[in-house]
């Protein structure tokens, strides 16, 4: 609430005429209250006070203008403004009313102005013109009647008050009004992120059920797979160089590993499969990658397609699976060179970029330093509606089995998961960006080992295969037992127990998936419990990185996937062996 303000200021320099003010604005009987009229009566009620209790005129007088404007501006700065002043028309030799009004009104245009003035001085217009502000100006001629003089300060300085409190009212609703739409403006940004929220958790739901499906259909395929790879390999052993059958088995052999990188992109879309780590420069990675075979190869179908790099200098060392990174790299440029009707520019581009704490809730990311690749294309963009759905599994807009498998996208989208990183994409008619995030390491890339002779691999010891698919025990212990290794099978843990409950070996090579009875972890512990520190391997088609994890912190010290080469199996079992 505004309080009342009853400070009223005389500007005349006729002292004898102040006696006239202080006797009807500050009679000798205030304290005990006016006299009141019917009038006054009947403003009381009108403004619902009681006449009785109305609180007295504060009055400060003033011979001049330049001092009546120097004792308005020291209240104004003391923040108790005068409601009210009177102003006399004629004061010489300084300002006359006039110009004391103008500049008064200047000084606070709240202030309810009269001018004091006799017939004979200037006309209202006139005094108007000069002054300005009409609804601020009232006249008042001498001599004037006492009872009108009172009730003009009563009634100009509620005025001012009422003003006050409804500048007030509009300023508390403009707060309110404001604050209002701050609490709506924040409703709608909680909803929209509700929706996002519910839009991320339907597609890792989707994902969820797609990978558990994957999953399954990986192990089963990669079982199954590994006649069609490893086999070839020891009959290539068998049959000698000028054999024309050479040619065949060679063609089975490639087909497996094709079939393989398929199923491969199926375990990718399979959330937490377990996957080698390894500190690598990114800026490394893409230059491999667009070298390799696979690289000459894009850039031979596409001749018209030009691909340029622009790579950020040193701090781009990450903590990734290279595998995945340059499949991930190879399905946004096969995606962005197809995209490219005929001719145009692919653009791959790293940086360094840095996620603010306050900045980490929007990004969906943890604070700190990443590393961003972009991989930008000149094509002519994608729909909004197909942007929603890109990164599903098995959506693709391109001719199944001819031109993709629609798992290229889910691939890039499921790598950065498991990575804790981000991929996001920008897209209009003028082309389509791709931006993935990885978390910076600042640890340094090993130095790559030389090849191996696979002749170098050959060594000695007893090697237990544990493993539910007959098919993978026969192919391990012919592929080691040409390595000079001295094999025995088994086809469940439980057996695995068994037989080391009166046997020992050097190492034990484990399926992790193991249908029905103990998994590959279960069983280790059974066997350390018999053999403790007993060297193993796990070998397996499919495995979640959790399994993998708890495998390792009970003793497992390596992991082959399936189908695996002559060499991946022999130098596994050789680093276990030696370490």
Aim: glycine letters at 6%.
């Amino acid at each position: 609430m505004v309080p009342t303000n009853k400070r009223i200021l005389i500007i005349d320099d006729d002292q004898e005429i102040w006696k006239a003010y202080q006797n009807v604005l500050l009679p000798v009987s205030a304290s005990a209250g006016p006299a009141t009229s019917d009038l006054d009566n009947e403003l009381d009620a009108m403004l619902g006070k009681d006449s009785v209790t109305e609180t007295p005129f504060e009055v400060s007088f003033a011979p001049q203008g330049q001092e009546g404007y120097a004792l308005a501006e020291t209240f104004l700065k003391k923040n108790e403004p005068f409601s009210l002043a009177f102003v006399d028309i004629r004061m010489p030799p300084g300002w006359d009313g006039m110009e004391t009004a103008k500049r008064l009104h200047k000084l606070d245009p709240n202030l309810e102005i009269i001018i004091v003035t006799a017939y004979s001085d200037r006309s209202c217009a006139e005094i108007v013109e000069c002054v300005g502000a009409p609804h601020k100006l009232l006249f008042f001629h001498k001599p004037f009647d006492p009872e009108e003089l009172r009730q003009l300060a009563i009634a100009l300085t509620d005025k001012w008050r009422i003003a006050r409190q409804e500048e007030f009212q509009c300023m508390e609703l403009s707060r309110l009004n404001s604050k209002l739409k701050t609490q709506m403006a924040e409703m709608e940004q909680m909803q929209t992120r509700q929706l996002e929220l519910e839009r991320m958790l339907h597609q890792a739901q989707k994902m969820e059920a797609i990978g558990l499906m994957a999953g399954g259909v990986a192990h089963d395929l990669n079982n199954i797979l590994s006649g069609l790879v490893s086999y070839p390999e020891l009959l290539l052993m068998e049959i000698p160089k000028e054999s024309h059958l050479r040619k065949f088995v060679k063609v089975i052999r490639e087909s497996g590993h094709r079939a393989a990188a398929v199923v491969a992109d199926l375990l990718t879309v399979t959330r937490g499969a377990a996957s080698g780590r390894e500190i690598a420069d990114l800026n490394t990675l893409i230059s491999e990658y667009l070298q390799s075979p696979e690289g000459e190869k894009l850039k031979s179908l596409y001749p018209d397609v030009k691909i340029t790099t622009n790579y950020a200098s040193g701090g781009t060392n990450i903590n990734c699976s290279p595998v995945h990174i340059k499949k991930s790299l190879m399905n946004l440029l096969t995606n962005a060179a197809e995209a490219i009707e005929t001719s145009g520019t692919i653009t791959i581009a790293t940086n360094h970029i840095i996620i603010a704490e306050t900045d980490s809730e929007s990004a969906h990311l943890a604070p700190g330093e990443y590393v961003q690749l972009t991989v930008t294309d000149t094509g002519p963009g994608i729909s909004p509606e197909d942007r929603d759905r890109i990164f599903e599994p098995f959506y693709t807009k391109k001719v199944m089995g001819r031109s993709g498998t629609g798992l290229g996208l889910a691939v890039v989208w499921n790598t950065m998961e498991d990575h804790k990183g981000q991929v996001t994409v920008e897209s209009s008619d003028q082309g389509t960006t791709f931006t993935l995030l990885f978390q910076s390491t600042s640890e340094i890339v090993a130095d790559k080992e030389e090849p191996l002779d696979i002749m170098n691999l050959k060594g000695n010891g007893t090697l237990l295969v544990v493993d539910d698919d007959a098919l993978q025990s026969d192919l391990a212990r012919e592929m080691l037992t040409k390595f000079g290794y001295n094999v025995h099978t088994v086809s469940s843990g439980e057996k695995a127990v068994d037989y080391l409950q009166t046997n020992k070996v050097d190492l034990v090579l484990l399926d992790m998936i193991m249908e029905p009875g103990m998994d590959g972890c279960q069983t280790y512990e059974k066997i350390i419990a018999l053999h403790p520190g007993q060297k193993a391997i796990i070998v397996s088609g499919f495995s979640d990185s959790h399994m993998i994890d708890k495998a390792h912190a009970l003793g497992v010290k390596g992991y082959v996937s399936k189908p695996f080469s002559m060499e991946q199996i022999a130098l596994a079992v050789q680093k276990v062996l030696r370490g």
